[in-house]
């Protein structure tokens, strides 16, 4: 199809835009079918051949404030490949998802492709549909529609937050509702709209956020409590003796409830935030088993919250774990707000907090340049780009190293005068004796930029104060993890950096921890208290992965089968 001029793009404002960009018309008009039959409906879809200019077609659909929802491009195409074009979406339609089209293979996609996806080029890669219909193509439609469609599309505005539109507890409540799937939207207080919600609800302007629920309720700066209270989340537990009190809601945590519940143990999970941990912030997991495109973090928290639910677990949202104390055969959790959670065992799933940059442009660009915490899994995507790696500690050093088999030239910058100052000696030879790492000394990142994936970085001079921009098409920023332990008694024994110590950790030396009652030694994933276990990225020694908080999640069940059994108490 011949895409009309700008002034002839018909005006259906509520139909948002799907693409297909494809050189081959007749490949082109089986996929321009496949997608009318399904969506023909809600989206509008358009087929454009090179005579379209496809990249033209988006910057005419971008002027007339048209929503273009996903744009589906050949690996084929004249003068350019699929991956390039859909590289550029992003200049023109922010959010739109973009999926390459490739013929049916079998095996592994090419590495041009994964390295695609690891730098936030596109999102995925589907084969042409070969048969009618073909619901492995839809699904991967269908599922990076109902991605675009959660974040893009208007629901019912359960909440209408008005505050101030950077101010840290705005952005917190935002995050907040995202992460737990609330609708809702937000009104700068200081734009018209806003203003207008502030005095139809009779509310304070200094009192803000302010939070206007559809029923008419107001809530002025709630506590994360009264907000998940608002929802109708239950805060407080009930009074009975629960079999396995759950603390956190991360991946290790979810996989304890759904394993408890389904086993018959009586299960709560506590969860002072927002399901999913770690992982429901990252946009798009990669390397979990059984989703070769990868799923989003909040997709997979949902999931497991849900699993869980169906099976019984209870959840009690809004207060943190604040203490933690044997009494006889129960373990009592006490939390923020005062109540206690008594139960016959617990599992400690509290996970870690990554020190952040702080800078919200780069912050915006996480999973799509900017990484966190692991380098392993996109190393090899790194192949022949420039990266480059934040930290002075051996974790920045063991993942410069690494990402150097891979990147032409890996820099890390650190903040001190030397490396010497907190990496290991054998790492620091390492890194000088590696000739495509550079290190720069008294060096800090204050911003970055990018449409859709990282463009570049800013660096400044600690000691003359000087910036620059450097172009960057990869941060990895590894700046220390702390795991949220602080909470825990004494008696729960931890590492100098505050892990969890579990199993045969705990008999260094040949001994058992002090005031440890039963004849038997510490189980695998036990803590230095019986019957309290620790697992995921808050336990010393774990793989920091959401497929390995998962295992112990659900390890840590039979392990409590077993001491609940009492062949271990
Ligand atoms: C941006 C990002 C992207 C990532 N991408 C990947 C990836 O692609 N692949 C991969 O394998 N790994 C990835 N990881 C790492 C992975 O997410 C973690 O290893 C995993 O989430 C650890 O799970 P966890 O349940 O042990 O802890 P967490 O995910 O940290 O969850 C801990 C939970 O405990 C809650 N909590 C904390 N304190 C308390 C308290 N006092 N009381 C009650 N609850 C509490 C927290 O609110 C949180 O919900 C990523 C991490 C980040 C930050």
Same mark, same amino acid.
């Given at each position: 199809m011949t895409f009309p001029p700008s002034s002839q793009v018909p005006r259906m404002p509520d139909a948002p835009v799907l693409l297909i960009a494809d050189e081959d018309p007749r490949a082109r008009g089986v996929v321009e079918g496949e997608l009318r039959k399904r969506y023909g409906v809600d989206y509008q879809v358009i087929g454009a051949g090179p005579a379209d200019d496809p990249l033209g077609l988006l910057a005419r659909l971008r002027d007339d404030r048209r929503l273009v929802s996903m744009v589906l491009a050949s690996q084929r195409m004249p003068g350019t490949t699929g991956t390039q074009l859909l590289a550029q979406v992003r200049e023109f339609h922010r959010t739109a998802k973009r999926l390459l089209l490739i013929d049916k293979r079998y095996g592994r996609a090419p590495e041009s492709i994964l390295q695609a996806i690891a730098l936030g080029h596109i999102d995925a890669y589907a084969a042409r549909? !070969? /048969?009618?219909?073909?619901e492995e193509f839809h699904l991967a439609v269908t599922g990076l529609l109902e991605e675009w469609a959660r974040s893009n599309l208007p629901g019912p505005e359960v909440m209408r937050v008005v505050g101030e539109e950077w101010s840290a507890r705005s952005h917190e409540i935002r995050d907040l509702l995202g992460r737990n799937v609330v609708t809702f939207r937000f009104y700068p207080a200081d734009g018209e709209p806003g203003k207008a919600l502030l005095d139809q609800a009779g509310?304070? !302007?200094? !009192? /803000?956020?302010v939070i206007i629920m559809l029923d008419g309720r107001v809530l002025e700066n709630p506590s994360n409590t009264q907000l998940a209270e608002a929802i109708g989340m239950q805060t407080s537990p009930g009074s009975g003796l629960y079999d396995v009190a759950v603390i956190g809601a991360g991946p290790a945590g979810l996989a304890a409830a759904v394993y408890g519940a389904s086993e018959g143990l009586s299960t709560v999970v506590l969860e002072p935030e927002a399901i999913g941990g770690q992982a429901g912030t990252s946009s798009r997991i990669r390397n979990y088993l059984g989703f070769p495109n990868g799923v989003s973090g909040e997709d997979l928290a949902v999931r497991a919250y849900t699993q869980a639910w169906n099976f019984g677990a209870d959840y009690v949202y809004g207060n943190p774990a604040t203490g933690l104390r044997v009494q006889g055969p129960e373990r009592v959790v006490t939390l923020a707000g005062g109540s206690e959670v008594r139960s016959r065992t617990v599992i400690i799933a509290t996970g870690v907090s990554y020190r952040r940059l702080g800078i919200p442009s780069l912050d915006a660009l996480i999973g799509a340049g900017v990484f966190y915490g692991a380098a392993t899994s996109e190393a090899a995507a790194m192949k022949d780009r420039e990266v480059f790696v934040v930290g002075g500690a051996n974790s920045a050093g063991q993942a410069a190293v690494h990402l150097a088999r891979y990147a032409a030239q890996v820099t890390l910058l650190v903040r001190g005068q030397s490396l010497a100052e907190d990496m290991s000696e054998y790492l620091v030879q390492e890194i000088t004796s590696t000739p495509n790492i550079g290190v720069r000394h008294n060096v800090m990142v204050t911003g970055g930029a990018g449409t859709g994936c990282l463009e570049s970085l800013t660096l400044q001079d *600690?000691?003359?104060g000087t910036t620059q921009v450097v172009s960057a098409t990869a941060v990895f920023v590894l700046i220390g993890a702390q795991p *949220?332990?602080?909470?825990?008694?004494?008696?729960i024994v931890r590492d100098r950096w505050g892990f969890v110590v579990t199993g045969t950790d705990l008999? !260094?030396?040949g001994h058992r921890p002090a005031n440890w009652s039963p004849q038997r030694p510490p189980m695998a994933l036990e803590s230095s208290l019986p019957g309290i276990f620790a697992v995921g990225d808050v336990r010393r020694g774990s793989v920091k992965r959401v497929a390995s908080a998962v295992g112990e999640g659900s390890v840590a069940i039979r392990l409590i089968h077993d001491y609940l059994g009492g062949n271990h108490s």
């Open positions: 549909p !070969a /048969m009618v219909p073909d509310a304070a !302007a200094a !009192a /803000m956020p *600690r000691l003359s *949220r332990t602080h909470w825990l008694p004494a008696s008999l !260094a030396g």
